[in-house]
């Protein structure tokens, strides 16, 4: 909760499309202008403005004369937010990851919208066990009959993720077949990052259990590099992104030894 009484969350961008396009721009070109947002997305200036004051309330950006400049509280967008951007792309990577995985199996899952793809394409499965450090997946998986579910504990991050030395410690007591973990940014050179050291930490413990492991990450964060660094490229089996990720990020990968999976 803001300081002011509004909440980041109080927007429900699930139900607004145009929102979600506007922040879809913010983030790319960092600022954003009303009459330009008006004929882009075909409604009258009157409308984003009363838009953008909505997703300025909800920290989400912040307005400016004749429009809005991204808000870089600290880079990162809440989940809820975060779901609605690129969904077709993450539904894909999910379901190709989920049939990589034999029956069976004992996989370890970090949190992120891509991972709850992941999840979602899990939920029907049998004879499968899964330990997940995000509540947003506990919350998916919980009650199907073919899923053996470990939550583990920790710290609550913005990302729905549960980090810290209690998570590390619980996941000391399981062997993973497989880890998989959403980044914030990947490249050949620095890896995998994400905003947060502590929960850099924590997906490191998962792969650090896991005899496999494979990054789940839409396009957009490949050739990104965020705060703290998860692991090297070199410890990372494969990779999973969608058909919109530059060939040449793809190539640098390639050239590194890491598997990559494009659907």
């Known amino acids: 909760m803001r300081r002011d009484g509004h909440s980041f969350y109080s927007v429900d961008v699930r139900k ?29 200036e009157a409308t984003i403005r009363r838009d953008l004051q909505s997703l300025s309330r909800s920290g989400l950006l912040v307005r400016t004369h004749g ?37 069976g199996a004992v996989i370890g899952m970090t949190g992120g919208t891509t991972m709850l793809e992941l999840a979602r394409a899990l939920a029907d499965r049998r004879n499968i066990a899964i330990v997940t450090n995000a509540v947003n997946i506990g919350a998916e998986l919980i009650g199907r009959p073919g899923v053996h579910l470990v939550v ?27 880890a998989f973990i959403g980044v ?9 990052t994400t905003y947060d050291e502590m929960e850099a930490q924590t997906d490191r413990a998962f792969l650090q259990r896991a005899s496999r492991a494979v990054v789940l990450a839409d396009h957009s964060k490949l050739g990104v590099v965020r705060f703290a660094q998860i692991t090297p490229l070199a410890s990372i089996d494969q990779v999973v992104t969608d058909r919109d990720a530059d060939p040449a990020q793809l190539a640098t990968l390639r050239a590194a030894g890491v598997h990559v999976d494009v659907v």
């Open 16 to 44: 607004t499309p145009r929102l979600n396009a506007i922040l879809e721009r913010v983030n790319d070109t960092r600022s954003v202008d009303v009459s330009d947002l008006a004929g882009a997305l075909g409604v009258s």
């Open 67 to 103: 429009g809005a400049v991204a808000n870089d509280r600290d880079g990162e967008l809440p989940t809820q937010i975060k779901a609605v951007r690129r969904h077709t792309e993450k539904g894909r990577i999910g379901l190709a990851a989920a049939a990589s995985i034999p029956d």
């Open 152 to 178: 583990i504990g920790g710290v609550a991050r913005p990302s729905a993720e549960l980090v810290g030395p209690a998570a590390e410690a619980m996941l000391a007591n399981y062997h993973l077949d497989m």
């Open 184 to 192: 914030d940014g990947l490249t050949a050179e620095h890896g995998c």
